[in-house]
């Protein structure tokens, strides 16, 4: 009897559950790029291109190992626009009468698959580390999930950076004190590799821009790695010459230099070009071999066997009406500025400008510039879910909900985080050389020239106050503003007011 191998765009991985459970003699692996997937949020064409470029080579990768593959590109004439349609279209075709798949990253795909009248087994997606129901028995009966327990575990299942005798290499589990530094004065890492683009993806190029080119992002220059041959040489570039300072310098921003010493692996990650634990050992063997720092090392393999899995565990544990929650009740309208109209804010400004050109942003621009905006403005949190979702050629709903909804805009009411990321313009100047070539002033508090994030912070602790203001984290603050004077409290608050009101009606 046949079957159909469902692979998704980003399952590219060989040994994925759908294939290892196949037969190569018999079965037949449906990929297929559909308008719906390209979609249902308006996706940055580089995102699109990547993932149609990758899925096209992996197709050709796996008929030369052997399988038939079904394989419907975009502009097909039969092309039925979705994942179940091409499904049905080619059960229909060759008799076959039922799915395998590997279980899908977005519970809108598990119940669509669900949904299908045709029978669809879902197998785990054994990528990750962590299976649901292990997340789920270290998830019970706990009254606070935080991550660092969790990654404390995963360290010892999987023996990264672990002695011999169960402890963890340098008598530290986190190393994330040192990890703070601000942007330095020199980058002496030249970035990520730039790929040509070869034919099949200046194939795909010429398609998506035809598609795709009012969407907004920039789709040129194209230098994305686009099969696991690429990846992997990326990923050796990023461990041999940008790993050594990645933890120092991981927080940094700067205006002329956007990517520091970030590897840039987790577009390949995610995708499955390349796999979480490999690229991990990758950085533990530069640690044992003297070539990167226990900080480096530790935050890099931390950020994936301990963040990366704890976020999907908790995108699976909370169920599919997650992306939804909005526990502050915020419910103003991204700003026009998120998608690349004018505004006074630099900070703002690079990070949507380098979102738009590139498809990235690292973790501090994403969480404590634009996220950090958009929870101290009172933004509805699904509207900036939806704006990440698109923007970001890493972004797949089971790793970008969670840090959305959960950690940058605390709309989960603090399943992920204990307090809100929120900060004044303080940090952002700490952190990067942003403020000093911005039209308003970090130092100037109210009046002319003061900087919206000192404004707004302060009116984000007051309007949540009564929630907030027991929270052993920020109680701090609460008393900092009750003993500022009565007329300066009322100024901060009115002129937080007004920016607030000018959002939407005039460039700020």
Known sequence: MKRLLLVLGDQLTR??????????????????EVADEASYVRHHPKKIAFLFAAMRKFAAALRDDGWTVAYTKLDDAENSGSIGGELLRYADAHGAQ??????????????????????????????????????????????????EYFYRDMRRKTGLLMTDDGKPVGEKWNFDHDNRKPAPDEVT?????????????????????????????????????????QALTQLDHFIEHGLPKFGDFQDAMLNDNRFLYHGLVSFYMNAGLLTPLKVCEAAAKAYDAGSAPINAVEGFIRQIIGWREYVRGIYFLEGPDYPRRNGLNHQRGLPDFYWGADTKMNC?????????????????QRLMVTGNFALLAGIDPHEVHEWYLAVYADAYEWVEAPNVVGMSQFADGGIIASK???????????????????DYKVSVKTGDGACPFN?????FLIRHRDRFSNNPRMAQMYRVFDRMDEDRRET????????LEKLGKETV
């Open 15 to 32: 040994d994925i559950a759908a294939l290892t459970e196949g037969d190569k003699a018999n079965d037949i692996v449906v990929m297929a």
């Open 98 to 147: 039922e799915v395998i798949a590997t279980e899908p990253g977005e519970w809108r795909l598990i119940s669509l698959l669900e949904d299908l009248p045709l029978p669809v087994h879902q197998f785990q997606d054994h990528r990750f580390i962590a299976s649901h129901k292990e997340f789920e028995d270290w998830a019970e009966g706990r009254k606070q999930l935080r991550m």
């Open 189 to 229: 890492f030249e970035g990520p590799l730039r790929f040509e683009p070869d034919d099949v993806v200046n194939e795909v190029l010429d398609l998506v821009g035809a598609r795709f080119g009012n969407s907004f992002g920039d789709l040129h220059p194209f230098w994305f790695a686009t099969d696991r041959a």
């Open 348 to 364: 703002i400004s690079k990070a949507v400008a380098q979102t738009k050109e590139e498809a990235y942003a690292h973790h501090i």
């Open 420 to 438: 809100p990321y929120v900060s004044s313009g303080s940090y952002i100047n700490k952190m990067s050389d942003y403020c000093k070539s911005c």
């Open 455 to 459: 404004l707004l912070y302060w009116h």
């Open 492 to 499: 901060v608050l009115k002129e937080a007011d007004d920016f």
